[in-house]
């Protein structure tokens, strides 16, 4: 490389990095702005009449909560279910898709029953997991684990078959076998439709937590908004919802930032 080409090659990372902190800071603002603008509203149809309690009102719940031990136990319980039931799900849809989309046997063998499955929600399968499991943290656990395996599967199975072709017959060409190729050049085509699909099983998993808790537990989120709904506790709705929404947003804004770490070879817009 000629001094010429290093100093070109040095410019255009350095404008990189100034657009990608110019659009960071564009992207920051215009959160912050949307917030505040959402909490206005809020407070605004508060005051105007409608049911609903205003941030105060919410934020003294949630400290009074917090006060009492019992918001740290309902974050905490729901934490480690959607957790376990998430990186569960994702470890076993991985492999899964990776089989589906690598072999056509393994793909006319499980195709049916992941399609079958995908039409049927989670929560639907909740009453017959509870009759077989019976009411402890296992069947809670299953039905999340159930949606963010299915979330991740399909999107994993999709990118496989997604993969270039011609990026196959070339590593073929220059003598590679087939499990070289499967992990110089499939494994990494894929990671982008593997971490979409984790992100999707993600927020499938936060959505099924809700209702999984409503039936035969005693602590968490969806027991605390429950119990909120029996005796009119608005505020503690409120609470749940902005905390299960806060939890969800931290966790894909971790899986995209990974996303962008694993797949800083993609050209990007």
Request: aromatic residues 8%; contains cysteine; glycine residues 10%.
């Amino acid at each position: 490389m000629t001094a010429l080409e290093s100093t070109r090659s040095i410019a255009t990372r350095s404008r990189r990095r100034v657009r990608s902190r110019s659009m960071s800071a564009r992207s920051l603002i215009l959160g912050s702005v949307s917030v505040i603008g959402g909490i206005a509203i809020w407070w605004l149809l508060a005051l105007a009449g409608f049911q609903l309690p205003t941030p105060p009102e919410v934020a003294a719940k949630a400290v009074a909560l917090a006060d009492n031990g019992a918001l740290y136990k309902d974050v905490g319980m729901s934490l480690m279910r959607v957790l376990s039931g998430f990186l569960l799900g994702s470890i076993v849809a991985i492999p899964v898709g990776f089989l589906m989309g690598w072999y056509p046997i393994a793909r006319g063998l499980m195709e049916p029953w992941i399609q079958f499955f995908r039409t049927i929600p989670p929560l639907a399968l909740l009453p017959l997991v509870i009759v077989l499991l019976g009411i402890g943290e296992v069947p809670k656990i299953f039905v999340i684990f159930l949606a963010s395996f299915l979330g991740c599967v399909i999107s994993t199975f999709q990118g496989v078959v997604s993969v270039d072709r011609t990026l196959i017959n070339a590593a073929r060409v220059l003598g590679a076998k087939d499990g070289t190729i499967f992990l110089r050049v499939v494994i990494p085509a894929s990671v982008p439709f593997i971490l979409v699909g984790m992100r999707v099983g993600l927020g499938s998993a936060w959505a099924t937590l809700v209702a999984a808790e409503l039936l035969g537990a005693s602590v968490g989120l969806g027991y605390r908004m429950q119990q909120g709904q029996l005796f009119y506790d608005l505020p503690s709705i409120f609470v749940g919802i902005i905390i299960i929404g806060v939890l969800g947003l931290v966790m894909d804004r971790l899986l995209l930032a990974t996303e962008k770490k694993l797949t800083s070879w993609q050209e990007r817009r």
